[in-house]
């Protein structure tokens, strides 16, 4: 015992010695606790009524190590992580029961021999649950929606590649092979065919879209492409995208939107419309971030981010606005405050939210529809979260 223990005892005139002998006593008649070790649980699921939100966090700081977070839609609070790898591309199955990430892996952690894969994942227990190799040539950008997509009754993934040339991967994800690679020099993005497994299209950079076919064995068979829409130098478009019953719609820099129909064999435009009033025009209000669009299909309303005194090169600034657009018309209905949103997605069930991530602080914040009246901001999620999906 050090002078400090034996302290009390020396005042209330108590020997050492006996003071040690109490302590002993106190110590043999106290119970013994068994310690009982933590054991880990196999097979623990997500909640089935939980509705999922998939936010990917590109961890820029550290881009070997990307992360999809997965958060419950209705509160925003934290449920689960899938790694996602470096800069890996991910998307959910039609029926949203599996989750599909393209990614990269090399052998030496930051080096070494270059390993392209599609991880297959289960989305109620998140657990990896196959794998298919792709061939070296992914595209290794930051998240886009666009670049890792699913055919329309779930059976084919599409994988965006670039080395820099630019070309499609095909798996069969049901049987967890690899199909074929498609070339698609000059044309970047992936809108699948909504009747058509076998068919995709793609924005390319002389203004047109261009549309494949391939027959069940992974041949090409047929090419077309649309007539010039727009002018990739004066007025880029965005290769961000909604769709509704086979139609994609797109935004251009300045704010025109466009109407495709890419059900058939050849690529259709069939409206084109100025969303931004004169009035704002003259302000410089434009359209900004990286996954800009939504698109709340019962109601037929198109969500925008927007930003003031926009400018050539502006497209990425977080928007300050989220303009709501009638989907027919393009006409506006309404303008909500943002905070500082970088992407738009919109979750068709119950709950029926607008999620936005707000590109300053890195939390989700949810509104409800109709009226975009602000429900939960979430905690900050990862470093650099760019993309949110809620299948």
Request: hydrophobic fraction near 40%.
């Amino acid at each position: 015992m050090t002078s400090r223990d034996t302290a009390p005892a020396r005042r209330h005139g108590w020997k050492p010695a006996a003071m040690a002998c109490i302590m002993a006593a106190m110590a043999a008649s106290a119970p013994a606790q068994e310690f009982v070790p933590e054991t880990l649980k196999d097979g623990v699921a997500l909640p089935a009524d939980m509705p999922r939100i998939y936010v990917g966090d590109f961890a820029i700081g550290h881009l070997m190590d990307g992360r999809i977070n997965v958060l419950d839609g209705r509160s925003g609070k934290y449920a689960g992580v899938i790694d996602g790898g470096f800069a890996g591309h991910f998307t959910a199955s039609p029926d949203g029961k599996q989750l599909y990430v393209a990614t990269t892996y090399l052998t030496r952690h930051t080096h070494g021999e270059r390993h392209d894969v599609v991880e297959i994942y289960d989305a109620d227990t998140l657990r990896i649950t196959g794998d298919v190799e792709l061939p070296p040539k992914r595209a290794q950008s930051a998240y886009q929606q666009t670049l890792s997509r699913t055919s329309h009754d779930g059976r084919y993934l599409f994988v965006q590649n670039a080395t820099p040339a630019t070309s499609v991967s095909v798996v069969d994800v049901r049987d967890k092979k690899m199909l074929v690679e498609v070339p698609t020099a000059g044309c970047w993005g992936i809108y699948p065919s909504q009747t058509e497994a076998l068919r995709f299209s793609m924005l390319c950079g002389d203004g047109k879209l261009a549309t494949v076919t391939l027959d069940a064995e992974g041949k090409v068979s047929g090419r077309a492409v649309s007539a010039k829409f727009f002018d990739s130098g004066t007025d880029p478009i965005f290769t961000a995208m909604v769709a509704d019953q086979a139609r994609y719609y797109f935004i251009g820099f300045t704010g025109t939107l466009f109407r495709a129909d890419l059900r058939g064999a050849e690529p259709v435009l069939e409206n084109a419309v100025q969303v931004v009033p004169a009035a704002e025009r003259k302000a410089g209000w434009r359209p900004g971030g990286y996954q800009l669009l939504a698109l709340d299909t019962a109601r037929k309303q198109l969500f925008v981010g927007m930003h003031a005194k926009g400018v050539e090169g502006s497209h990425k600034t977080p928007a300050q606005e989220i303009w709501t657009l009638d989907l027919a018309s393009g006409k506006r209905l309404a303008r909500t405050r943002a905070l500082n949103a970088i992407a738009l997605t919109v979750s068709q069930k119950a709950p029926n939210y607008l999620y936005a991530i707000n590109g300053a602080t890195n939390q989700l914040v949810a509104y409800q529809l109709p009226g975009l009246r602000q429900v939960f901001v979430s905690a900050p999620i990862g470093e650099a979260p760019l993309q949110v999906d809620a299948p």
